[in-house]
């Protein structure tokens, strides 16, 4: 079987929310019923026939093409299979995935992976602003699984973050982990300024100092810590930079904070 | 155009109509006397139908800055309740607080055809009437707020004589565009500002020295002196704290016989008994209701489940924030005017303090004898949203329906109440009193709430059923100002409601001083804050209505 391709026509004028295209809606459906599927673009209904061309039968596998930047929400709740973009996308993509994997082949917009539960968000590319946040106006982020990015990350990565990894393989904008309640962030680029203002638990992993830093947090010195290695080690089996680091990395300064919120997070600054 | 309605059963508690077959005529939207030798250009025939006017709900938040706030607060409401736009409709969202357009939707789907806001801040009525005037189909009122505004307290605190504080009353009615003057935890919100958690009715203010009594005795006397038809609209001290049925009860006999609208009077109703200190007090609120012709009441029953709080109270929202669910709110206060608080909820129907709730106020409903003095609000959306109004006629008007409900919730409460031993049903005569009649009456409008000649055609019709909140939530046919809106309970045409407003008489040179105020303390003018007619028909989808302030009782 060769895998389920969505292919753009043309460009759509506006974005289109792709939300009901994920495997498990597809399954049991004939092309004929994929192509009714009635999706919504700015304030209209339309076919997915009439903005798609469908190929392939496999829905495990389902593939994104054309000027996909016009596309939100892809893998909206997805919770199997595996979705590949074949170029940029918009907003929301994977939020509230639960299972599956998502590759993107160009950057995503904002809230990419927002409020997301499980499963894997791979980005060959730049993450678009809240990458792993909540929703707007929600209380609480990402809540498990795992995004990877190959290029940089926007402001505000994680924010509200709750559990589940961000691998950031370039740079993060201003605010990363803000507001954070858990989980883990590891930063191997830069990081812009104050990196996790308000943050009440969680880990912020930077292998560089960040610009600014907010007073609120706490300089707790070096530390040997005998968990990194085996962090790391955790990441071998993936398919990033994070997988090739040094098996003696393991000195790493500690910021405690925000102690302006809860303060039982930490920053850990890798010492080379 | 000359409309026909033949055959129907009347309900029209005005009129003493009870249950009558009459034929009803339409013109230019309003009702006419049976014509001689006219075309008739359309008739619905409504045998089996019952027929009483368009709805009118006194108490519900429909607009102004707390809805705003507690939409804002709630996306997951919105995103959980979308409404999509179809060819007739506009797109909204919310089911606990629904957007504008979605208000109007719901209301008039019901056959509701006008509500009223009863906290119009005067320093935000300009967003509040904005914001009422994109609610479509139902028409709009609102209560302008005094009693904790800095200005009314420096004047009472200065002992004004009655006459230039009438004049500030009536001008701040007519600056705000409203229909009738609330009262909010009279004094306790100013109070709250200064620290203070708790203010009693005899209390002096932190400030001001001025007690809530005053406040109470000096703006229904200014009501009365000025002939505004509504009488003032209170949401009384201690809201919500058990024993305040002592405060209740003083507060109505404290009144010196003015007339006084206290409004959700269950909040108000609470004894300090039991093991628990918490219990009913509507036994003794409901006789005192029965014995003072001058007290009129709505009840803003609670229903089971989620639901947000919305109260200019900031004082004992603030008391109340801790029990937040989901966990998170908002206060605000505006301009020392009046308060906001915000507090999502969620009413426990296992929870022994929340199923008292629901009891007392059923128990208010059923023992206030007179239907022309209570009415029937949820105080949306603090104890219900609004579309759960047909599900509690249902609870009045069906005992063994109540019984059964009864026996789910929590057995202590239950145990607790007299509800189970009340045996009054509502009659469908005396719910067209409580949602139409006296609720016209009590507002002061004389041309909606009944069937007679010469009144707006606001008609609603049902198919008579069994059960009653099938019948009232899905009406035949909903009439507003004679163009049919509503057919089987979809809306089939969309229009504009007039907003209703009294202008009372005053001398206008007040506004000296009141300009040197504005321009020191408050951060619009004088000129900026008075609301404008043009303002309010704006685009052409706004009406006003101004309606006469009564002749003078001569007793």
Known sequence: MSALTLILKKTPTQQVDVSPLIPENLTDLSKPEIGAIILVTGNQHVRTDTIFTISGDDPERLIFTGETTKLDYIGKNCSIGQINVQGSCGAYTGMGMKGGQINIYGNTGAFTACEMRGGLVRIEGDGGDFLGAARPGNQIGMMGGMVIVTGNAGARVGDQMRRGTLLIEGNAGNYAGSRMLAGTIAILGKTGNYPGYGMKRGTLLLWHSPNKLGATFNDCGCHTLGFLPLLLESYRSLETRFAFLPKTTGRARRFCGDMASLGRGEILILVP | ?555
């Not at chain 2, 939409?71 to 797109?91: C, I, K, Q, S, V």
């Not at chain 2, 505004?149 to 007519?174: E, P, S, T």
């Not at chain 2, 009279?186 to 809530?212: C, M, S, W």
Request: with cysteine; glycine share 8%.
């Open chain 2, 1 to 555: 155009m000359l409309i026909k309605l033949t055959g129907g059963t009347v309900y029209d508690p005005m009129h003493g109509i009870n249950g009558e077959v009459r034929d009803i005529y339409i013109q230019d939207g309003r009702i006419t006397d049976p014509p001689n030798d006219m075309p008739i250009h359309q008739v619905y025939s409504l045998n089996n139908k019952i027929v009483m006017a368009g709805a009118i709900d006194i108490h519900s938040h429909i607009g102004g800055g707390n809805v705003n706030i507690a939409r804002t607060l709630l996306p997951e409401d919105h995103w959980a309740n979308p409404l999509p736009h179809t060819e007739l409709l506009r797109a909204g969202s919310g089911h606990i607080i629904p957007s504008t357009f979605a208000t109007g939707y719901r209301y008039a789907e019901m056959g509701y055809t006008a509500v009223f806001e009863p906290a119009v801040l005067p320093m935000n009525a300009r967003q509040a009437h904005m914001e009422m005037g994109d609610i479509p189909l139902i028409d709009k009122g609102g209560y302008a707020l005094l009693g904790n505004d800095d200005y009314g307290l420096r004047m009472l605190a200065a002992n004004k004589d009655q006459k230039a504080f009438n004049d500030y009353v009536a001008w701040i009615l007519r600056a705000s565009q409203c229909l009738g003057i609330k009262v909010v935890n009279p004094g306790g919100i100013n109070a709250f500002k200064f620290n203070q958690r708790r203010l009693h009715l005899d209390e002096p203010g932190p400030y001001y020295g001025v007690t809530p009594r005053q406040i109470l005795l000096r703006l229904a006397r200014a009501l009365h002196e000025l002939d505004v038809p509504h009488p003032l609209h209170v949401h009384g001290c201690n809201l919500g704290v058990p024993g305040n049925l002592e405060t209740t009860l003083s507060t109505i006999e404290g009144i010196a016989g003015l007339p006084m609208h206290l409004a959700h009077i269950q909040f108000h109703s609470y004894g300090a008994e039991g093991d628990r200190k918490f219990s009913s007090g509507a036994a003794q609120i409901a006789e005192a209701v029965n014995r003072n012709p001058n007290i009129t009441v709505d009840v803003g029953q609670i229903l089971f489940g989620q639901t947000v709080t919305v109260s200019s109270d900031s004082m004992q929202q603030y008391a109340n924030h801790l029990h937040a669910y989901p966990k998170k709110w908002a206060f605000v206060d505006i301009e020392c005017d009046a308060g906001c608080g915000i507090v999502p909820f969620k009413y426990l129907d296992k929870n022994f303090v929340n199923a008292l709730q629901w009891t007392i106020g059923l128990e208010i409903f059923l023992l206030v004898d007179d239907p022309w003095r209570v009415f029937l609000t949820t105080d949306h959306p603090n104890g219900a949203p609004f579309v759960s109004y047909p599900h509690l006629i249902r609870l009045l008007m069906d005992r063994s329906f109540r019984n059964d409900m009864l026996a789910t919730i929590h057995p202590d409460a239950a145990r607790a109440s007299t509800l189970g031993a009340i045996t009054r049903e509502y009659s469908l005569y005396e719910i067209a009193v409580m949602t139409r009649a006296g609720a016209a009456k009590l507002l002061g409008l004389s041309d909606r709430g009944h069937l007679g000649i010469g009144a707006a055609a606001d008609i609603t019709v049902y198919t008579k059923q069994e059960d009653k909140e099938k019948m009232f939530s899905k009406p035949d046919y909903v009439f507003k100002d004679g163009e049919l809106i509503v057919r089987n309970g979809e809306i089939i045409k969309v229009t504009w409601g007039t907003t209703h407003v009294v202008r009372p008489e005053f001398d206008n040179s007040i506004e000296k001083e009141l300009s040197n105020y504005f321009d020191r303390y408050l951060p619009m003018k004088l000129g900026n804050f008075k609301i404008h007619d043009e303002e309010m028909i704006y685009f052409g989808q706004g009406h006003i209505q101004v309606h006469p302030c009564r002749e003078r009782n001569s007793s």
